[in-house]
């Protein structure tokens, strides 16, 4: 495959990726963002909780107020006028507050910003900086946001009349401390607290306090965590997208070894294993790997054994074919019989062969969809044994069944009982092809129990008497279509798929079927099928 100008050989185009293949609706990347900003969103909500906080300072000035008014109207009490404007000064002076002193008829009497220098002024906001107004701006939103209560905004009175405070108006009705909040123009808060001074219809006292310090206290709070969530939320989609790469990239270098295999653009793909990775991700990346080398054996194994089945059924139909071209030109009825026989023989040997071949191809799906149970291969032995009666085959070779008597326990295995009966029936058949006449064929089935339980196994054997396989064939014997017959057998009796049917069946059962030498030396050949015991498989 050509990669296009200036893109990398080993990265497909878009194009390469088929539609249904490509991801649909938001990407992982976003989703793996979105759930740590939300996450972040979250937190930052307790930035509006900062109400709360300038609340509780708000409650505790108030009290301030009262306690600062009612002890500046206990100072005043009694004295005279001089003495009372003198304390005025210096209350005013050493509190920051602005102190106005009422008589009893609400005509002021002094103000402390009239006989001293002021304490301290209201800020004009059309002289501050930009950030300012944003501050002010943003303390209306989380006002608005939360709900707080609309606050009056502070304005000098047009009169000296302690009509125009409603706060002082309330005091002296109800003889005790009044407390006001309001709002200076730069929406800090200016807290008034009037009180009476002396008996009550008596004088009263007016003090007026502008606590710039709690406004400032929540916007610095609020900078601070809004700093916070600002760093956090950077590291967040930092982290998030480095995490995200560690988990997109594999998998769309996963998605791309794919579709290349399922194109079959390139035959030898290589699926990234991702060896350095021991979390999902490269489990996920080994087993995907593993998978496509399975497939792709499985694939060589396919063609393999097509190429097979050709090969096996040309010898048969071309002397099927030699035969009834050459019906039409032989004249003599003996040669004639004789053709016909050769036909009828290969027709048989087509038929056999089809048949196997079907059985062959069809053993795995069958096998993937079977349901293992418990069983003893002690009795399935038998009862194949039994069905097969004493009969012998070419010559007499008699079967006999060996199981040994004294053990506790049966031979059980996980299997389907109807493939292990085939598995048996192949080895039956091979066994009494090769036995000379008279032979005995023995059957074998016993326990190997490992320790503790662990690793045990069932086994059954079947020995023969014949001249045995030589152990350069042992493993070819399995292979399909692989046969070693012999010499006095017709020609094409076996299709030589026996044993590769028999060692398919014993391995997916999770067992082995293997070829050895006969226990007691003698002439021979033994095959020996192990499966795992019952108390130890995996039905």
Same mark, same amino acid.
């Given at each position: 495959m050509t990669a296009p100008p200036g893109q990398p050989a080993d990265r497909p185009t878009r194009a390469l990726v088929p539609r249904a293949l490509r991801p649909r609706g938001v990407s992982l990347t976003t989703r793996i963002?979105?759930?740590?900003?939300?996450?972040?969103?979250?937190?930052?909500? &307790?930035?509006?909780?900062?109400?709360?906080?300038?609340?509780?300072?708000?409650?505790?000035?108030?009290?301030?107020?009262?306690?600062?008014?009612?002890?500046?109207?206990?100072?005043?009490?009694? %004295?005279?006028?001089?003495?009372?404007?003198?304390?005025?000064?210096?209350?005013?002076?050493?509190?920051?507050?602005?102190?106005?002193?009422?008589?009893?008829?609400?005509?002021?009497?002094?103000?402390?910003?009239?006989?001293?220098?002021? &304490?301290?002024?209201?800020?004009?906001?059309? %002289?501050? +900086?930009?950030?300012?107004?944003?501050?002010?701006?943003?303390?209306?939103?989380?006002?608005?946001?939360?709900?707080?209560?609309?606050?009056?905004?502070?304005?000098?009175?047009?009169?000296?009349?302690?009509?125009?405070?409603?706060e002082v108006v309330r005091a002296q009705a109800a003889g005790s401390t009044q407390v006001y909040l309001r709002y200076a123009p730069d929406r800090t808060p200016v807290l008034t607290a009037a009180t009476p001074v002396g008996p009550?219809?008596?004088q009263m006292l007016l003090a007026m306090r502008n606590a710039v310090d709690i406004t400032q206290a929540v916007r610095d709070a609020r900078q601070t965590l809004v700093i916070i969530i600002g760093l956090a939320l950077m590291l967040s989609v930092q982290l998030s997208l480095f995490l995200a790469r560690t988990i997109v990239q594999p998998l769309r270098a996963l998605v791309r070894a794919a579709v290349r295999v399922r194109l079959g653009r390139d035959r030898e793909v290589v699926v990234p294993r991702l060896p350095e990775r021991g979390d999902e991700i490269g489990m996920l990346a080994r087993a995907f790997s593993d998978m496509t080398m399975a497939l792709r054996h499985r694939i060589d194994a396919v063609e393999s054994f097509a190429a097979d089945v050709a090969h096996e059924l040309k010898n048969p139909l071309a002397s099927l074919a030699s035969a009834i071209e050459s019906l039409d030109r032989v004249e003599d009825p003996a040669l004639r019989r004789q053709l016909t026989a050769i036909a009828t023989h290969d027709v048989q040997r087509i038929d056999r062969?089809?048949?196997?071949?079907?059985?062959?191809?069809?053993?795995?799906?069958?096998? &993937?969809?079977?349901?293992?149970?418990?069983?003893?291969?002690?009795?399935?032995? +038998?009862?194949?044994?039994?069905?097969?009666?004493?009969?012998?085959?070419?010559?007499? +070779?008699?079967?006999?069944?060996?199981?040994?008597?004294? &053990?506790?326990?049966?031979? @059980?295995?996980?299997?389907?009982? @109807?493939?292990?009966?085939r598995v048996l029936e192949n080895l039956l058949d091979n066994a009494v092809s090769f036995s000379p006449p008279g032979g005995t064929v023995d059957v074998t089935v016993w326990t190997e129990w490992g320790s503790e339980g662990e690793d045990s196994r069932v086994l059954l054997s079947v020995t023969d008497q014949g001249p045995g396989i030589p152990a350069s064939e042992r493993d070819k014997v399995f292979e399909r279509f692989h046969s070693v017959r012999p010499a006095e057998e017709a020609f094409g009796a076996h299709s030589g798929l026996g044993l590769a049917i028999a060692r398919t069946i014993a391995e997916a059962h999770d067992g082995r079927l293997t070829i050895i030498d006969r226990p007691d030396g003698a002439p021979g050949a033994c095959l020996v099928l192990a499966l795992p015991h019952a108390g130890h498989a995996l039905a």
């Open positions: 963002l979105a759930v740590n900003v939300i996450a972040l969103a979250l937190l930052a909500g &307790s930035f509006f909780y900062l109400d709360s906080y300038r609340t509780q300072l708000l409650g505790e000035r108030f009290k301030l107020a009262r306690a600062e008014a009612e002890i500046a109207a206990d100072a005043l009490d009694g %004295g005279n006028a001089a003495q009372q404007k003198a304390l005025l000064v210096r209350i005013g002076r050493e509190q920051r507050l602005r102190l106005r002193l009422f008589d009893r008829h609400g005509r002021l009497e002094a103000d402390s910003f009239a006989l001293a220098p002021p &304490s301290f002024a209201l800020v004009d906001p059309a %002289g501050e +900086a930009w950030y300012q107004h944003a501050a002010r701006l943003l303390d209306r939103g989380v006002d608005f946001i939360v709900g707080a209560p609309p606050v009056e905004r502070y304005a000098e009175p047009p009169t000296s009349d302690a009509a125009n405070w409603p009550p219809g008596g062969l089809i048949t196997e071949i079907a059985d062959a191809s069809r053993i795995d799906a069958e096998l &993937s969809r079977a349901t293992f149970v418990r069983l003893d291969l002690g009795g399935l032995a +038998a009862q194949v044994v039994g069905a097969r009666g004493a009969r012998d085959t070419r010559g007499g +070779a008699v079967i006999r069944l060996d199981q040994p008597l004294d &053990s506790p326990l049966a031979p @059980m295995v996980v299997g389907d009982a @109807m493939r292990l009966e």
